[in-house]
């Protein structure tokens, strides 16, 4: 008898080794020279991991992800990391070198092969969301047998002609509705922008023609000091020419308002780029961004293609 009750004590205990395990936690992690937060969260030790690259640049997901990942906790561990000179990275240390796309590239690659590592997993899947889904598309370029699949959510594709685009919609509305302020703001507008006013015109605009939130002038001048020459840098890179083939999977995410990065010109790449496996994903009811808008969607799509792979 005591035999027979030792044994279905090991079994138990042997089935709940076996058995997931929730995971949550938060650290500093050793990246590009300094320190780097991220955080992540799932009800399983053993999912698969998906890392959120944040867009901006600057701007991190951090403090509102839970709003775009609570389903998706359940599907995957969930990773949220603030890049260099943002969010808790930025108060832990500054950048102890200058900001260009190539280091945030290596950036990225390094905190994926540490999450390899961290989690015991070859190949992780990676979303990222405008400068992020930039961010991720360049790592897919460099490193894609590090990525089971890429969710790119409104990326930017080629932003110099994006904003290009934009402008002149933006501009022959303001000229039908004979809008006198709108057209004397917009004609100050260069693209590439040159400095903060002529980001804050073009943004200004684009938030009602997205009819989306005002940004404030205030936080896009103290924004344009540290990113501007990095945002410009970045939306020089022409994917259509720079990456015409893609050797992991890769999905497209884009609502069918955004103007912020045209939706038509991420059509446009869908279409001709070669690639090992692609979907396009409309979220109709969205401009820049899916993730909140169409939360519910959002994720059921992200999960509905993991369950398939």
């Not at 950036?107 to 400068?131: M, N």
């Not at 940004?215 to 410009?232: A, D």
Request: net charge neutral.
């Amino acid at each position: 008898m005591r035999l027979a009750s030792s044994l279905l004590l090991l079994l138990a205990f042997i089935l709940q080794d076996l058995s997931a395990h929730e995971i949550q936690g938060a650290e500093a992690i050793e990246v590009g020279g300094i320190k780097q937060w991220i955080k992540y969260q799932g009800v399983d030790d053993r999912a698969p991991v998906l890392l959120f690259l944040h867009g901006g640049p600057g701007n991190s997901m951090m403090s509102y992800a839970d709003r775009f990942t609570k389903e998706l906790q359940k599907n995957f561990i969930v990773v949220m990391w603030d890049q260099r000179e943002s969010g808790k990275t930025k108060t832990l240390n500054e950048s102890s070198q200058p900001l260009s796309v190539s280091l945030f590239v290596k950036d990225a690659i390094d905190v994926i092969e540490f999450l390899t590592t961290r989690f015991s997993q070859e190949k992780i899947y990676l979303a990222g969301h405008s400068w992020g889904g930039y961010l991720g598309l360049r790592v897919v370029v460099e490193r894609p047998e590090l990525l089971k699949g890429y969710f790119a959510i409104s990326p930017m594709i080629h932003q110099l002609e994006s904003e290009r685009l934009s402008l002149n919609i933006m501009l022959n509305k303001a000229r039908e509705e004979n809008n006198r302020l709108a057209l004397m703001e917009l004609d100050k507008v260069e693209v590439p922008f040159t400095n903060a006013e002529q980001l804050y015109y073009h943004r200004k605009w684009l938030s009602k023609l997205m009819n989306s939130a005002t940004p404030n002038r205030e936080r896009v001048e103290q924004w344009s000091v540290i990113w501007l020459p990095l945002f410009n840098e970045a939306s020089q890179t022409n994917f259509f020419e720079f990456a015409p083939q893609l050797t992991c999977p890769v999905y497209f995410l884009i609502g069918s308002k955004d103007y912020q990065t045209y939706f038509k010109l991420t059509d446009s790449y869908y279409q001709q780029v070669i690639c090992q496996e692609k979907k396009l994903y409309w979220f109709t009811q969205s401009a820049h961004s899916p993730n909140l808008t169409e939360a519910t969607k959002f994720q059921q799509v992200l999960i509905n293609i993991m369950n398939k792979n």
